[in-house]
């Protein structure tokens, strides 16, 4: 999952939840069933687990543009510089 | 949030959250709820009254209950406990408060009735001041809800007097 899908698939989690919180609370009121309710919100709570935990494909359309590997050969790490120091066993900055 | 056990981790979390909140929320709304009791309670006979050995007064009797308790349930309501209390001044005691019969209504369907029972629980005083005495009697209801605050009410229904002799 890239960058704006975790985003994404955060925001809709919260998003979810909350609406299905409201519904579940004014559908079990009204029918006055806490039952109906508590159904209604593991419904919804199912339903966001499974539109937001596994790694959808439409999570992943924002990939990252990674540098192409010839360019590091091109610029190569460079490499400490060893001490002048002889028999020298404390490392210098 | 970039791996699945992440996501269901925050997912799992916030869902308790909410459904905390549905709960306070649902006590809440019961707040709202104005409930009006109605009865009547009599007794009809004093079965014994007599001295308990160690000296203390003891009590049993038949009463006829009739009880609306259907107002005090709502959609969060588990069930009602109902108990009638006998209540007292002596010189000892200013409050006796005795629990003489009680009953668990378990729905709405169930929670208008009329019955006649012994007193399940016997009255007795520490001490032997009944004679004559006139006796109160109160029906204390507590509320269980499924989630959230229990309510607590009664209401006097009505009173007797004791005989001056014992039976």
Not at chain 1, 10 to 31: D, H, K, P, R, T
Not at chain 1, 70 to 85: D, G, I, M, N, Y
Not at chain 2, 117 to 142: A, E, R
Not at chain 2, 151 to 162: A, C, G, R
Request: glycine residues 6%; contains cysteine; positive net charge.
């Amino acid at each position: 999952m890239d960058w704006q899908g975790q985003k994404r698939a955060e925001m809709l989690m919260q998003v979810m939840l909350v609406v299905f919180g409201v519904v579940a609370f004014v559908v079990g009121y009204s029918i006055g069933s806490f039952r109906t309710m508590m159904l209604v919100y593991a419904g919804g709570v199912t339903l966001t687990a499974l539109i937001t935990v596994p790694n959808w494909p439409c999570y992943n359309r924002h990939p990252l543009n990674w540098l192409d590997p010839s360019e590091a050969e091109k610029h190569p790490k460079p490499q400490p510089v060893p001490s002048k120091k002889k028999g020298g066993k404390h490392h210098h900055k | 949030m970039h791996t699945s056990v992440q996501r269901l981790n925050t997912l799992v979390t916030f869902a308790a959250v909410l459904l905390a909140v549905l709960c306070g929320v649902a006590s809440f709304f019961d707040g709202f709820n104005t409930h009006s009791v109605h009865g009547t309670v009599e007794v009809v006979k004093i079965r014994k009254f007599r001295k308990q050995l160690n000296g203390n007064e003891e009590v049993t009797m038949n009463l006829n209950i009739s009880l609306d308790m259907q107002s005090t349930f709502t959609w969060n309501t588990k069930q009602v406990f109902v108990f009638l209390a006998a209540e007292f001044e002596t010189e000892k005691n200013v409050v006796n408060q005795i629990s003489i019969w009680d009953h668990i209504i378990p729905d709405k369907e169930h929670a208008k009735f009329q019955t006649q029972v012994p007193s399940k629980y016997p009255l007795t005083d520490q001490g032997s001041n009944l004679k004559g005495k006139k006796i109160d009697l109160v029906l204390h209801w507590h509320i269980m809800p499924k989630s959230g605050k229990m309510i607590q009410d009664k209401l006097p229904l009505s009173h007797f007097y004791l005989p001056e002799a014992y039976l």
